[in-house]
């Protein structure tokens, strides 16, 4: 009986917190304003070919940064991000280690990576490409990430208002300094990436 009431109580207050959100699915119905990463659901996940023989992957979390949207024209909006290469990790911790060694990606000198918009392309109702320079390893390169609106509104839980959105893109490891073993270990590098935005407070 008691565990019946708690999953009921907690069916109802679950209920009760979707039902008071109004959530925007059109990105024309979106805030403009600027915003701040919210760090804790954002994280870079990424996949590269290994020998030929499978994908293998891990995840860069704790991306902190500032958007700067506009809705009415987004080839106005702007992207600073800064991502801690130093928290990489993988399911293998002897493979973390490596990938934050001398030889690859040296979290010890370059411990962070950042990525500058330089322009911003609607290319859809909910779509665009943001190129931008991606500074990593020491060097800097011009990038573009193919974005996706996923969706919009007050969080229920902190109620920030809140956009996010999910990016993805292909970078050649070798254009940043990082060739170890390519090509056996494949060169491109693919991203994907979920983005969260609160809105920043007007002061």
């Known amino acids: 009986m008691k565990t019946r009431f708690l999953k009921g109580a907690g069916a109802a207050f679950a209920l009760t917190l979707l039902s008071s959100t109004a959530y925007a699915a059109n990105p024309a119905d979106v805030q403009s304003g600027a915003y701040t990463v919210e760090t804790s659901h954002t994280q870079i996940g990424f996949s590269v070919l290994h020998f030929g023989f499978t994908y293998y992957s891990g995840q860069i979390s704790g991306v902190t940064g500032a958007l700067q949207l506009d809705t009415a024209h987004p080839e106005a909006s702007h992207l600073n991000v800064t991502i801690p290469v130093s928290s990489i990790s993988t399911t293998s911790t002897v493979l973390t280690g490596e990938l934050k060694n001398g030889e690859w990606f040296d979290v010890a000198k370059y411990p962070d990576a950042t990525f500058v918009s330089t322009q911003v392309r609607r290319t859809g109702t909910d779509e665009a490409l943001v190129t931008g320079n991606l500074t990593l390893h020491g060097v800097t390169h011009p990038e573009v990430l193919h974005v996706h609106f996923v969706g919009a509104g007050v969080n229920p839980m902190d109620k920030a208002y809140t956009v996010g959105f999910q990016a993805d893109a292909t970078i050649h490891r070798s254009d940043f300094g990082v ?25």
């Not at 494949?186 to 935005?197: R, S």
């Open 179 to 203: 060739k170890k073993y390519v090509p056996y270990v494949g060169d491109d590098v693919t991203l994907t990436i979920a983005g969260a935005f609160e809105k920043t407070a007007a002061k």
